[in-house]
């Protein structure tokens, strides 16, 4: 018994447990962490001195800078060996860490790297500590929302999303546990023995997909092309988003492949105390919220998803002032050119999209001026896609396209009404006060629903033009 205790006190000092305390707010998963800039220095890398983390950024804990810096100036670099990455399973620091990685669906990217993550989270001699302890302890992501803000979303993509995601780290813990059942601690475990639950599986997941960025690998592909590897990149992930960054990473070969240096530089002045902004993609609020656990308001990006039902086509054409919509029973050529914008044949991709840059997803747009057109000839007139743009200015005629656009404002009207609230009860609700997660929830849905709205007026306002333009103006 004595020799049992002695080594389950050996092992506890080279293990950090997975669980977290309890924290009224927003906290580091060590109560005084290292100072991370200065492990970046003592490693090689380079802190530009005005360069210093805030608590209180627009955009909450950030990097902001004490005083004007010039465009082009270097901020931040980090060394080759800085980064964290899991490149490949031949390059996994563990067998059965790889193992594991190849059970993972490459559309959950980040639980590859967050394996790794949390094998050096568990490791109490891991180089990167200075860093990991410096991750926040909680995520706003929704696979961590209480079961009612999750419903409060009122999307059913992302709650579908949500819920695979969920379902993944459930399937996924009972698949670790299995596989390392017969290991021991001192056996190669890649978690220093540790069981591995649902909730370690997503704060790590989390880490990775709120932090990590995809650039350029060590590997070669055919071309001379690099393969793009996500990378957690300490301090230099502390940079908030913007649609109109200050600051761009780049990478910079330093002698050999094997030596590139990952650096943050000033793309625009940086004034003094402006917090320092990347912008992380040009992505719907699906996923910012899903990934990040944030929410973009008036995203220029946002979309809804709708799927191509020929009975709901048909619903909104009448709505529209179609009296026989054909939808539902196209004609031979019209069902032919479907077949190319991939909207019918054995195996069509249904999911169209209303919002973002394209207003009308060009799909969509080209299927439903075709089936209100029953003029063959006037559609071979134009390539699919001008019929596709909505800067094609009524290819098929001015009536045929402001029908289209009628049509697509129905589509509009019944996808707001999905919703179980209005925009105005949602905004009532926020002024009550609410916790974290419910406000992002109601953010959420309330973008959505003004991105549909915005999407109406701006139709509308097409629908106007042309219809002055069909009427003749009187003599």
Same mark, same amino acid.
């Given at each position: 018994?004595?020799?049992?205790?002695?080594?389950?006190?050996?092992?506890?000092?080279?293990?950090?447990?997975?669980?977290?305390?309890?924290?009224?707010?927003?906290?580091?998963?060590?109560?005084?962490?290292?100072?991370?800039?200065?492990?970046?220095?003592?490693?090689?890398?380079?802190?530009?001195?005005?360069?210093?983390?805030?608590?209180?950024?627009?955009?909450?804990?950030?990097?902001?800078?004490?005083?004007?810096?010039?465009?082009?100036?270097?901020?931040?670099?980090?060394?080759?060996?800085?980064?964290?990455?899991?490149?490949?399973?031949?390059?996994?620091?563990?067998?059965?860490?790889?193992?594991?990685?190849?059970?993972?669906?490459?559309?959950?990217?980040?639980?590859?790297?967050?394996?790794?993550?949390?094998?050096?989270?568990?490791?109490?001699?891991?180089?990167?500590?200075?860093?990991?302890?410096?991750?926040?302890?909680?995520?706003?992501?929704?696979?961590?929302?209480?079961?009612?803000?999750?419903?409060?979303?009122?999307?059913?993509?992302?709650?579908?999303?949500?819920?695979?995601?969920?379902?993944?780290?459930?399937?996924?813990?009972?698949?670790?546990?299995?596989?390392?059942?017969?290991?021991?601690?001192?056996?190669?475990?890649?978690?220093?023995?540790?069981?591995?639950?649902?909730?370690?599986?997503?704060?790590?997941?989390?880490?990775?997909?709120?932090?990590?960025?995809?650039?350029?690998?060590?590997?070669?592909?055919?071309?001379?092309?690099?393969?793009?590897?996500?990378?957690?990149?300490?301090?230099?992930?502390?940079?908030?988003?913007?649609?109109?960054?200050?600051?761009?990473?780049?990478?910079?070969?330093?002698?050999?492949?094997?030596?590139?240096?990952?650096?943050?530089?000033?793309?625009?002045?940086?004034?003094?105390?402006?917090?320092?902004?990347?912008?992380?993609?040009?992505?719907?609020?699906?996923?910012?919220?899903?990934?990040?656990?944030?929410?973009?308001?008036?995203?220029?990006?946002?979309?809804?998803?709708?799927?191509?039902?020929?009975?709901?086509?048909?619903?909104?054409?009448?709505?529209?002032?179609?009296?026989?919509?054909?939808?539902?029973?196209?004609?031979?050529?019209?069902?032919?050119?479907?077949?190319?914008?991939?909207?019918?044949?054995?195996?069509?991709?249904?999911?169209?999209?209303?919002?973002?840059?394209?207003?009308?997803?060009?799909?969509?747009?080209?299927?439903? $001026? /075709?089936?209100?057109?029953?003029?063959? !000839?006037? @559609?071979? &007139?134009?390539?699919?896609?001008?019929? *596709?743009? +909505? #800067?094609?200015?009524?290819?098929?005629?001015?009536?045929?396209?402001?029908?289209?656009?009628?049509?697509?404002?129905?589509?509009?009207?019944?996808?707001?009404?999905?919703?179980?609230?209005?925009?105005?009860?949602?905004?009532?609700?926020?002024?009550?006060?609410?916790?974290?997660?419910?406000?992002?929830?109601?953010?959420? $849905? /309330?973008?959505?629903?003004?991105?549909? !709205?915005? @999407?109406? &007026?701006?139709?509308?306002?097409?629908? *106007?033009? +042309? #219809?002055?333009?069909?009427?003749?103006?009187?003599?």
């Amino acid at each position: 018994m004595a020799t049992s205790k002695l080594a389950i006190t050996s092992l506890a000092a080279h293990i950090r447990p997975f669980t977290c305390s309890a924290a009224s707010q927003p906290s580091r998963l060590a109560t005084h962490p290292p100072d991370l800039v200065r492990w970046i220095k003592r490693e090689g890398g380079f802190v530009h001195h005005a360069v210093k983390l805030s608590q209180d950024t627009p955009f909450g804990i950030g990097l902001i800078s004490t005083e004007q810096i010039p465009q082009g100036t270097d901020l931040i670099s980090l060394p080759p060996h800085v980064p964290l990455r899991f490149e490949s399973d031949e390059t996994a620091p563990s067998p059965l860490l790889a193992a594991l990685a190849r059970r993972v669906p490459e559309e959950l990217w980040a639980m590859k790297l967050g394996l790794r993550l949390l094998q050096e989270r568990a490791n109490v001699d891991s180089f990167w500590w200075p860093y990991i302890s410096n991750l926040p302890e909680t995520y706003t992501v929704p696979i961590f929302f209480p079961g009612e803000d999750i419903k409060n979303l009122q999307y059913a993509p992302l709650l579908h999303q949500v819920n695979k995601r969920c379902r993944f780290l459930l399937d996924f813990e009972r698949e670790i546990r299995q596989t390392l059942k017969d290991v021991k601690a001192g056996d190669h475990h890649p978690f220093s023995g540790q069981d591995v639950n649902a909730s370690a599986l997503g704060w790590t997941m989390s880490a990775v997909s709120t932090r990590a960025f995809r650039l350029h690998g060590d590997k070669k592909l055919r071309g001379g092309s690099s393969d793009h590897v996500p990378m957690m990149l300490p301090l230099i992930d502390m940079c908030n988003h913007s649609f109109s960054p200050n600051v761009k990473i780049i990478q910079e070969q330093n002698g050999s492949d094997s030596n590139t240096l990952v650096k943050v530089v000033a793309e625009t002045e940086v004034k003094e105390n402006d917090p320092l902004l990347l912008n992380y993609g040009c992505l719907s609020n699906d996923f910012f919220l899903l990934d990040y656990g944030f929410v973009v308001d008036s995203n220029p990006y946002d979309t809804i998803e709708l799927k191509y039902d020929e009975g709901l086509l048909d619903a909104a054409s009448m709505a529209a002032g179609v009296a026989s919509p054909k939808f539902s029973s196209p004609a031979q050529w019209q069902h032919q050119l479907l077949s190319q914008l991939n909207l019918a044949g054995k195996m069509p991709n249904l999911k169209v999209t209303i919002g973002g840059q394209e207003i009308v997803e060009g799909r969509l747009l080209a299927a439903i $001026r /075709i089936l209100l057109s029953g003029e063959l !000839v006037e @559609v071979e &007139k134009h390539d699919l896609e001008a019929l *596709k743009s +909505l #800067s094609s200015i009524a290819p098929l005629g001015i009536a045929n396209e402001i029908t289209a656009f009628r049509t697509v404002i129905a589509l509009c009207v019944i996808a707001l009404s999905h919703f179980p609230t209005k925009i105005m009860e949602d905004e009532a609700v926020l002024k009550q006060g609410v916790s974290e997660t419910a406000e992002l929830s109601i953010k959420y $849905r /309330i973008q959505k629903k003004s991105m549909i !709205v915005d @999407v109406m &007026k701006d139709l509308t306002r097409r629908v *106007k033009l +042309l #219809s002055a333009q069909e009427t003749p103006s009187a003599s």
